[in-house]
């Protein structure tokens, strides 16, 4: 069955689309698309409160050509969320009514809380399950998604205002990493040390860079000695010498920065980088809803 995925970001759009099954009782994910477009709406919300009518029209038209898609595919399964851009803007609801009008998407404004349960239904297969404690921390454009994950099952998160974008824009909140580092105060135990699990596109490429074997994790001495030669670069000998494009190579400075921080705070020394998101996340919820509404078609047909 193939599923469609569309994530509005502070800094891109996305549409993921996969074709899922279920073979011996596991579950068997291909992915047969990926578009990622930097619309970047942060930079109208974190520094205006509000979305241009410009950025307006670049997500309506990126949404609509999203719709062709999943319609050339006959995909009728598929969700869009929206992040802590569309959820902070003052117009925000009125834009997500004229997107569903105009697009035929019906777009939810999820919360910080939402987004972290929703990238969970990724963890939870084997990649935690030999690690008793881990913190599994997804930086965006607009927050940032801690959660403590023990034995496989989330005790606690908590989103908080950390972006690239935003902080790009200057528009951390203060007092921000005190509440940061005051949930890591309250998880950390000293009997099992965490590991943390990266997520998004910037811990994605620093992965890539290190060259480490894809499911061997990061060293946070590794990941610390990569944010500080990336940065060190002007803008564009960065893109020139790391092959980053232009959206990616201003935010992943402020990505590396916030990464290291939280791993400092809570005593991890690795961090695996699995390569999954929101959009994952998202697929993985809707094929648990195919299933249940299959069963629910098969229990009203034989009542």
């Known amino acids: 069955m193939r599923f469609g995925a569309i994530d509005i970001g502070s800094n891109a759009a996305r549409l993921l689309v996969k074709d899922v ?21 942060g930079e109208d919300v974190f520094e205006m409160g ?27 399964w598929f969700r869009a969320c929206a992040t ?42 084997s990649l935690l399950e030999k690690n008793e404690n881990a913190l599994y921390i997804d930086v965006g454009g607009g927050s940032t998604e801690l959660t403590l994950i023990r034995e496989g099952k989330k005790v606690r998160s908590k989103s908080f205002q950390l972006g690239t974008v935003r902080a790009l824009k ?27 699990v990266g997520t998004g596109g910037n811990i994605n ?13 990061l060293s946070l001495d590794a990941l610390r000695d990569w944010h500080q030669l990336i940065e060190a670069c002007p803008m564009p000998l960065r893109m020139r010498t790391f092959g980053l494009k232009p959206d990616r190579a201003d935010v992943i400075v402020p990505a590396g920065e916030i990464y290291t921080r939280v791993m400092e705070l ?38």
């Not at 241009?52 to 995909?75: D, P, V």
């Not at 803007?89 to 972290?116: K, P, Y």
């Not at 890539?208 to 499911?215: G, I, P, T």
């Open 21 to 41: 099954r279920q073979k011996e009782g596991v579950i068997v994910e291909q992915k047969i698309s990926f578009i990622r477009v930097p619309i970047r709406l």
């Open 50 to 76: 509000h979305i241009s009518e410009a950025k307006e029209i670049s997500l309506l038209k990126t949404l609509m050509g999203f719709r062709y898609l999943l319609e050339a595919q006959e995909i009728q």
């Open 84 to 125: 802590s851009s569309i959820r902070e803007a003052n117009n925000g609801q009125e834009l997500v009514q004229r997107i569903e009008e105009a697009a035929g998407i019906r777009m939810e404004c999820i919360s910080g809380q939402e987004e972290a349960d929703i990238i969970f239904q990724n963890f939870r297969g």
């Open 205 to 217: 490429r620093y992965h890539r860079l290190s060259r480490v074997e894809r499911n061997a994790p």
């Open 266 to 303: 809570a005593g991890c020394h690795e961090i695996l980088v699995p390569k999954v998101g929101l959009s994952d996340g998202m697929i993985l919820g809707l094929w648990e809803a195919y299933l249940a509404d299959k069963e629910a078609r098969k229990v009203s047909l034989n009542s």
């Open 170 to 196: 200057g528009r951390i909140p203060d007092g921000e990493w005190d509440a940061v580092k005051s949930f890591v105060d309250h998880i950390r135990t000293s009997k099992s040390p965490m590991i943390a």
